[in-house]
């Protein structure tokens, strides 16, 4: 946030002029190529949740007429949804909301949108998760979620995947997060910011959590398969609740706002790399953004789409979180973090800043990037 700030653009203009600083030149490629990696990160991230937004679509409208409770199968669905070219009208859908809310600007739009669909998010899975807790064995859920393994805290996987989901989760990408700093006044304070952004990630997971898992373990069945969570296991659950058609629209407009406001964070890097680099119109950058997207995400539908998240999360994102540290601890002026961050804070920081930010997070960034490749991914 505070390096998008200070530098009064999005990735590929604040890596540029961090390098163009550093190497004393007016224009230089290595900014330009650096910047471009955590847009490219974003860009593809979003081609995958585009896909997925229209999985979601397809499953609240199923909910809205009925047919998800009563003659429907969620596998066959799930299954002809998720096969090639399966989902091209509602994947379709999904891109021309997110680019339509956009299309208004940051305060207008995204932010209009964030206001509302993020508080509704957490209404409607308070109200589900109370009403998942009186299912007959969902305790059994709670134990699985908050009992914990000890053991697991020697297997240095378990550290790269959570460290791999935080950065996964946080937008610690490089690219998001610093478009939506270069829109911050300089009397805001990030390192709260940052706190709430933190807090409120982890708030939403727990939530969603305990929604899905004890219902998963009310219903006897797998806690850990996947996509089919959201969209077999969850409406097989449901579909044999009092009320499930309700239940059922609820669960999937709460899933549609979280993944709405994530999707379009996603596509706001690519669009303002596009405004700010060459100058055009929020439009003309929507309209080819969104193009983009769309052509590109008839190819991903099917079987490409899992080897393609997983390549954009595993090389690139990572990637990109590594590049911003290094940029802006490193490359910049030594003074400069201190200095973007404190803007705005009612108190400085501490000895601490340097140290944590420099040494323990950038070599955390290089250990998650390395170990990620290695393991496979954040698991």
């Given at each position: 946030?505070?390096?998008?700030?200070?530098?009064?653009?999005?990735?590929?203009?604040?890596?540029?002029?961090a390098?163009?600083?550093?190497?004393?030149?007016?224009?230089s490629k290595?900014?330009?190529?650096?910047?471009l990696i955590?847009?490219?990160?974003?860009?593809?991230?979003?081609?995958?949740?585009?896909?997925?937004?229209?999985?979601i679509?397809?499953f609240?409208?199923?909910?809205?007429?009925g047919s998800i409770?009563?003659?429907?199968?969620?596998?066959?669905?799930?299954?002809?949804?998720?096969?090639?070219?399966g989902?091209?009208?509602w994947?379709m859908?999904g891109?021309?909301?997110?680019?339509?809310?956009m299309?208004?600007?940051?305060?207008?739009?995204?932010e209009?949108?964030?206001k509302?669909?993020?508080p509704?998010?957490?209404?409607?899975f308070?109200f589900?998760?109370?009403?998942?807790?009186l299912?007959?064995?969902?305790?059994?859920?709670?134990?699985?979620?908050?009992?914990?393994?000890w053991?697991?805290?020697?297997?240095?996987q378990t550290?790269?995947?959570?460290?791999?989901?935080a950065?996964?989760?946080?937008?610690?990408a490089?690219?998001?997060?610093v478009?939506y700093?270069s829109?911050?006044?300089?009397?805001v304070?990030?390192?709260s910011?940052?706190k709430?952004?933190a807090i409120?990630?982890?708030?939403a997971?727990?939530?969603a959590?305990?929604v899905i898992?004890?219902?998963v373990?009310a219903?006897?069945?797998e806690?850990?398969?996947?996509?089919?969570l959201l969209?077999i296991t969850m409406?097989?659950v449901?579909?044999s609740?009092?009320?499930?058609?309700?239940?059922?629209?609820?669960?999937?407009?709460?899933v549609?706002f979280?993944g709405m406001?994530s999707l379009?964070n996603l596509l706001?890097?690519?669009v303002?790399?596009?405004?700010?680099r060459?100058?055009?119109?929020?439009?003309?950058?929507?309209i080819l953004?969104?193009a983009?997207a769309?052509?590109v995400?008839?190819?991903?539908?099917?079987?490409?789409?899992?080897?393609?998240m997983?390549?954009?999360?595993?090389?690139?994102?990572?990637l990109?979180?590594?590049?911003a540290?290094?940029?802006?601890?490193?490359?910049?002026?030594?003074?400069f973090?201190?200095?973007?961050?404190q803007?705005?804070?009612?108190?400085?920081?501490?000895?601490?800043?340097e140290?944590?930010t420099?040494?323990?997070?950038?070599?955390?960034a290089?250990?998650?990037y390395?170990?990620?490749?290695?393991?496979?991914?954040?698991?």
């Amino acid at each position: 946030m505070a390096f998008g700030r200070a530098m009064h653009t999005g990735p590929l203009g604040a890596f540029k002029k961090a390098f163009d600083k550093k190497l004393n030149k007016k224009d230089s490629k290595t900014g330009t190529v650096v910047g471009l990696i955590p847009v490219i990160g974003s860009l593809g991230i979003a081609i995958g949740y585009s896909v997925i937004i229209g999985w979601i679509l397809k499953f609240l409208w199923d909910s809205i007429t009925g047919s998800i409770v009563s003659n429907e199968d969620p596998v066959q669905v799930f299954s002809d949804l998720s096969g090639n070219f399966g989902s091209i009208p509602w994947h379709m859908l999904g891109l021309i909301i997110a680019l339509f809310f956009m299309s208004f600007g940051i305060a207008k739009g995204i932010e209009k949108v964030n206001k509302i669909m993020m508080p509704a998010f957490y209404v409607l899975f308070i109200f589900l998760a109370i009403r998942i807790a009186l299912l007959p064995g969902s305790g059994a859920g709670y134990v699985y979620m908050f009992k914990p393994d000890w053991s697991a805290m020697a297997n240095p996987q378990t550290w790269v995947y959570a460290m791999g989901q935080a950065f996964f989760s946080l937008s610690l990408a490089g690219s998001g997060t610093v478009v939506y700093g270069s829109y911050l006044k300089s009397d805001v304070d990030v390192v709260s910011s940052a706190k709430y952004v933190a807090i409120f990630d982890t708030l939403a997971a727990l939530l969603a959590a305990l929604v899905i898992i004890p219902a998963v373990f009310a219903y006897g069945m797998e806690p850990n398969s996947g996509p089919g969570l959201l969209f077999i296991t969850m409406p097989s659950v449901i579909r044999s609740i009092p009320f499930g058609q309700f239940f059922a629209i609820l669960f999937f407009v709460a899933v549609l706002f979280a993944g709405m406001t994530s999707l379009v964070n996603l596509l706001e890097s690519p669009v303002e790399a596009l405004q700010s680099r060459f100058n055009w119109s929020r439009k003309s950058a929507l309209i080819l953004v969104g193009a983009a997207a769309a052509a590109v995400g008839l190819f991903v539908e099917g079987d490409i789409l899992s080897p393609w998240m997983d390549v954009i999360s595993i090389y690139i994102i990572p990637l990109g979180a590594l590049l911003a540290a290094i940029t802006m601890f490193w490359i910049c002026d030594k003074r400069f973090a201190r200095n973007a961050v404190q803007l705005g804070c009612s108190k400085p920081l501490g000895r601490w800043f340097e140290p944590m930010t420099r040494y323990v997070f950038c070599g955390v960034a290089l250990a998650v990037y390395i170990l990620g490749i290695f393991f496979g991914g954040i698991g």
